[in-house]
């Protein structure tokens, strides 16, 4: 599940990890084995929390999470490739009680959850997270360039075990409602394809930079990983 890459200056580990089958097309599936978290934030914050751990029971505790999959967007170009800067959950709402809007009431974890880390050459976005299909008007009501299920979640609990996460997330839908399941999938195999070829050129891109640089958690530096 675990691929070594070498950094500037020593090796890094990289744990892939995607939502769904369907979003692992035969391009990316000839490289990479990624964990399959499930559609949604539970499923993803649950299947990330698992697989760290146990990975860390047995030492193996990854230096960077890579993930990837679709994404809706009414603003941004359909089957283009964007690296999320930073990233939202649109469902938590605790403002009757004067909490911000996105902050879960007596947590450690900030509203907005932002990526240290930028891969060379790939446009960036916001993204934001939600259990719910984002659709025609409601893009408007989102404050952020893409709209998914899953990627604030995986952040949150690699956060919490001090993982940083890159993630990359194709334009599948957004510019016309979705009203299928083909509307979703129209663009897949183009995005299957585009992940891939960045995926195969990782290994060149995490070579411009040290260990530290993509072990680094935005917010959470006082991890003993990061410090080692």
């Known amino acids: 599940m675990l691929v070594t890459y070498d950094a500037a200056d020593r090796p890094i580990t990289v744990l892939f990890a995607m939502a769904s089958e369907p979003e692992l097309g035969p391009a990316l599936r000839a490289l990479i084995s990624p964990l399959i978290t499930g559609v949604g934030p539970v499923e993803a914050a649950s299947a990330v929390a698992e697989a760290l751990a146990a990975l860390a ?6 230096d960077l999470i890579v993930a990837m999959g679709s994404a809706g967007s009414n603003r941004l170009p359909q089957a283009e490739i964007f690296q999320v800067s930073a990233a939202r959950y649109r469902d938590m709402d605790a403002s009757p009680l004067g909490f911000e809007k996105g902050v ?12 240290a880390q930028r891969l060379p050459g790939i446009a960036e976005a916001t993204i934001s997270t939600g259990g719910a299909i984002v659709n025609g008007a409601t893009y408007a009501t989102i404050g952020a360039d893409m709209a998914d299920m899953e990627t604030f979640a995986m952040m949150r609990a690699a956060w919490r075990a001090g993982v940083p996460v890159i993630t990359l997330r194709g334009v599948s839908d957004g510019t016309e409602p979705l009203e299928r399941f083909a509307d979703w999938t129209r663009y897949l195999a183009e995005i299957d394809e585009k992940l891939a070829a960045i995926i195969a050129g990782l290994d060149e891109a995490l070579a411009q930079r040290p260990a530290h640089y993509w072990r680094r958690v935005e917010g959470r530096n006082e991890d003993p990983a990061i410090e080692a």
Do not use: I, K
């Open 57 to 62: 029971a047995v030492g193996q505790r990854p």
């Open 104 to 115: 879960t009431p007596f947590s450690d974890c900030p509203a907005e959850l932002t990526v």
